[in-house]
């Protein structure tokens, strides 16, 4: 029986004469870096808008839904948008998908930073911007495809660094709006993104191993039967609060520490970005340890304490020390399950299937960021405080970790994972 990681002479769609790594073809390594940074660029589009929710809620008068609406919105199409650009990948390759979805993503960044001037146009703009979520699908089966199956969970929780590209948003954002103009930084992001797809073209590779799916059904049907894999709707929850968590607090904790603790815009974007900083780091922590010990273990105790510490904040202490050791923990196991969760991606995928098994698990995750900010600006305009909010993802993490020991344990034991 062939390995999910060997080459397959004659397969149909295989890169023809393609050479194994490390025989004079690309370097993985390299390959995994031009990923990263692809992944890093289109994730800083992803999430400018949500440095500057509180600018818009001023300029257009916006209520704390209408902010929290105008944040999470980019959410959704870098959400749903995985599950086509996933199976397109799956088919025609990361070295054609990752530079025509940059290059595309630069006429949203440029709508938002240039054209739109009202709240339509804004959410227009954001869900159209979304479309830099959907490069995560694009960049997991290529890493995949380049490292054997004891390393892919560290080279995906690297590549997992790239979530720090909405690090790099919260930090520069405001930062660079308010020294040169609020169309400052969508330019130079949309400069940054053309010069990544020209490198990315001339630079990237498919892994000699990718067979291209060629069957005859639509995506609607190659979805369907991505769906029917068991592991992927168990890994689809783990990842919707793992990957969800990191998401809904990359978009929404700016708004949460001015509306609960009084902060400054641009105080609150800089915490955030540390917040950011701290779950990217974690990533590949968390893919590295699941290599070792198994990514159930890792998962477990990262459910563990999100339930543990989103209730402490659901008290809303004091932010210093004990709020901001709270929200810190909080990104470290945030960050460090969902690089135990792609882990798990990478073990149980059936070959030829990591694309659109990554584009349904990524959609869920997306998801998973895009009700907490809308729950949270309901909560906060209705009651004033942000408590129940926090108790709920308490209670979701704890489901969550419950069905980790459970169900998900068992169907990795059965796999042999």
Known sequence: MRRPDADPPGAAGSTAGARAPGRGGPAPSVQLALATVGFAVNFWAWALISPLGQTYGAAYDLSDVQVSVLVAVPVIVGSLGRVPVGALTDRIGARVMFPAVSALTIVPVLFVGLVAD???????????????????????????????????????????????????????????????????????????????????????????????????????SRTWATLRIPATLQLSWLYAVGFGGFVAFSVYLPTFLSNAYGLTQGDAAARTAGFVVLAVAMRPVGG??????????????????????????????????????????????????????????????????????????????????????????????????????????????????????????????????
């Open 118 to 220: 009202s709240y339509p146009l804004l959410l227009v703009g954001g869900f159209l911007l979304g479309l830099g979520g959907t490069t995560f699908a694009i960049g997991v089966p290529l890493v995949n495809g380049w490292f054997a199956p004891e390393r892919r969970g560290t080279a995906l929780g690297v590549f997992g660094i790239g979530m720090g590209g909405t690090a790099i948003s919260s930090f520069t954002t405001v930062a660079i709006a308010d020294a040169a103009g609020r169309w400052a930084p969508f330019v130079l992001v949309a400069v940054l993104l053309a010069a990544y797809a020209v490198v990315s073209r001339a630079l990237l590779r498919d892994p000699p191993t990718r067979t291209a799916t060629t069957g005859a059904g639509g995506l609607l």
């Open 288 to 417: 590295t340890l699941s290599d070792r010990v198994g990514a159930v273990p890792v998962s477990a105790v990262c459910f563990a304490a999100v339930t543990v510490l989103a209730g402490v904040v659901a008290f809303q202490p004091d932010l210093v020390p004990v709020g901001t050791i709270a929200f810190l923990g909080l990104a470290a196991a945030l960050g460090a399950s969902s690089g135990a969760t792609f882990a798990l991606v990478s073990q149980v995928a059936p070959p030829g299937t990591v694309g659109a098994v990554t584009g349904v698990v990524g959609a869920a995750g997306g998801l998973g960021g895009f009700l907490p900010p809308l729950i949270m600006g309901a909560v906060y305009q209705l009651r004033g405080d942000y408590g129940t909010g926090f108790a709920l993802l308490a209670v979701t993490a704890l489901a969550t970790l419950l069905f980790t020991l459970g169900p998900v344990r068992r169907a990795t034991a059965r796999r042999g994972g």
